[in-house]
T-cell receptor, first 117, second 112 residues
Framework: GAVVSQHPSRVICKSGTSVKIECRSL??????MFWYRQFPKQSLMLMAT?????????EQGVEKDKFLINHASLTLSTLTVTSAHPEDSSFYIC?????????????FGNGTRLTVT | DQQVKQNSPSLSVQEGRISILNCDYT??????FLWYKKYPAEGPTFLIS?????DKNEDGRFTVFLNKSAKHLSLHIVPSQPGDSAVYFC???????????FGTGTRLTIIP
């Protein structure tokens, strides 16, 4: 079945540094990828929609300059948390629809646990 | 504003019995609903879905029921197995929109 690979699975960084998270679709092309964030015991919150070849679409309240998204190819999207602060510590998950379009279940990566010290 | 709600944060069920997980939504534009299962330190995996034109969809031990008038859906697992212990998220999307809105999840524990 379709697989979405996300790296790294866990990262610890110092406050003020930047962290890049990669999301790859391994056996299918993903023109769209979604980036979610999950706080403990809370829902998956959509941060932004990554579109291959064009700018990402950010949800309300998400700082686009802080969470840089690049979707350079049909199989790779990256999320860079710039100038990370402790409040950015969270679980970040990417996902992609297999065939695209409405009613296409999302395939999720295994997530990245970011801890900012 | 939480448009998809799972009011039970946790549920414990004896092995072999039926597990019923509930989900309510407020947005009448939602027309497609999904259930995802999530193990610790892993991403969610798709379980089962239902379109608003149906009121029931069954796949093996898993059945999803949709009550549009009540804006309520439920996931039934029978018989429950220890491997079913996980966090279950319901999610919804609106026509023409790939974005999913997730509930807060219900942690299901199957007691051997």
């Amino acid at each position: 079945g379709a697989v979405v690979s996300q790296h790294p699975s866990r990262v610890i960084c110092k406050s003020g540094t930047s962290v890049k998270i990669e999301c790859r679709s391994l056996d299918f092309q993903a023109t769209t990828m979604f980036w979610y964030r999950q706080f403990p015991k809370q829902s998956l919150m959509l941060m932004a929609t990554s579109n291959e070849g064009s700018k990402a679409t950010y949800e309300q309240g998400v700082e686009k300059d802080k969470f840089l998204i690049n979707h350079a190819s049909l199989t790779l999207s990256t999320l860079t948390v710039t100038s990370a602060h402790p409040e950015d510590s969270s679980f970040y998950i990417c996902s992609a629809p297999d065939r695209g379009g409405h009613n296409s279940p999302l395939h999720f990566g295994n997530g990245t646990r970011l801890t900012v010290t | 504003d939480q448009q998809v709600k799972q009011n039970s944060p946790s549920l414990s069920v004896q092995e072999g019995r039926i597990s019923i997980l509930n989900c309510d939504y407020t947005n009448s534009m939602f027309d497609y609903f999904l259930w995802y299962k999530k193990y610790p330190a892993e991403g969610p995996t798709f379980l089962i879905s239902i379109s608003s034109i149906k009121d029931k969809n069954e796949d093996g031990r898993f059945t999803v029921f949709l009550n549009k008038s009540a804006k309520h859906l439920s996931l039934h697992i029978v018989p429950s197995q220890p491997g079913d212990s996980a966090v279950y998220f319901c999610a919804a999307s609106a026509l023409g929109n790939e974005k999913l809105t997730f509930g807060t999840g219900t942690r299901l524990t199957i007691i051997p």
